[in-house]
């Protein structure tokens, strides 16, 4: 299992210190970096209005929908993603330091890791760029966290996610039912018996395999 210690990576207060994952584009060229949200980011300007804006026009495809704000972004930040040690968040963002996304990972534990809040903020002309982004992060969950498993949730009508699911080389293993219920403003989605569904769609489970990762994707190893 991972000797990464993920509380410490987020703690970095020092920016020339931060963890940087390299994204390439189809030819191999550098095009950006997976950019670790740490203590040392949160001040940096626009940073909490990106997340908040994109959270917001991604609603629709998560568990829990409510109305980001700024605070509420910081709040969870500071006191939710910071400080826990099974998850870590990582911003897109170009050499010049544009930002064009977020993708995480969560659940980190011996074994396995799940991909967590995948959201293409804005467009940008480097092709492919959440399938590169994808592929950057499955090979440190595999070679850095040391997981034989990469897992992820997504509704089973999101098309376009599980597209670009589908070109990493995931496959689904499972299908939850899920019960929508409206508590305090906000809409949550969550697992249940077939019985109690109502949602009209259900929680996919999808699963790569480390040995399958390697297979379809040998070049990941190499570019890493
Ligand atoms: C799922 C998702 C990350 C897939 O992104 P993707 O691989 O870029 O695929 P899309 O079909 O969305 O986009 C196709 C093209 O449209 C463009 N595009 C996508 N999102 C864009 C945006 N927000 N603004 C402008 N252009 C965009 C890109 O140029 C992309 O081409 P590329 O692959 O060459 O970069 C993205 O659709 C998204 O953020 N969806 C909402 C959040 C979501 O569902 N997350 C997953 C939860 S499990």
């Known amino acids: 299992m991972t000797q990464v210690d993920?509380?410490?990576l987020k703690d970095n207060a020092d920016p020339a210190r931060r963890l940087r994952l390299p994204i390439r584009?189809?030819?191999g060229r550098h095009v950006g970096d997976l950019q670790?949200?740490?203590?040392s980011m949160l001040d940096e300007p626009g940073l909490i209005d990106d997340l908040t804006t994109w959270r917001n026009q991604s609603m629709p495809f998560f568990l829990s929908q409510f109305n980001a704000t700024e605070e509420r972004t910081r709040r969870w930040l500071e006191t939710i993603s910071l400080p826990a040690a099974d998850?870590?968040?990582?911003?897109?963002?170009?050499p010049g330091g544009d930002r064009f996304g977020n993708f995480g990972i969560c659940n980190i534990q011996p074994g396995s890791a799940e991909f967590d809040n995948?959201?293409?903020?804005?467009?940008s002309d480097i092709r492919n760029l959440m399938f590169q982004c994808g592929i950057v992060l499955l090979e440190w969950m595999f070679s850095g966290l040391e997981v034989e498993t990469a897992e992820l949730h997504v509704f089973s009508h999101n098309e376009k996610a599980i597209a670009l699911y589908n070109r990493l080389g995931f496959a689904a293993a499972e299908r939850l039912p899920l019960r929508r219920a409206e508590e305090e403003g906000m809409v949550k989605y969550s697992i249940v018996d077939r019985s109690e569904a109502n949602a009209g769609f259900d929680y996919l489970r999808m699963e790569l395999a480390i040995a399958r990762f390697r297979q379809a994707h040998p070049a990941a190893l190499l570019i890493a």
């Open 6 to 8: 993920i509380v410490s």
């Open 87 to 94: 998850r870590i968040l990582f911003v897109i963002c170009d």
């Open 25 to 27: 584009d189809d030819n």
């Open 36 to 39: 670790c949200i740490d203590r």
């Open 118 to 123: 995948v959201i293409r903020g804005r467009g």
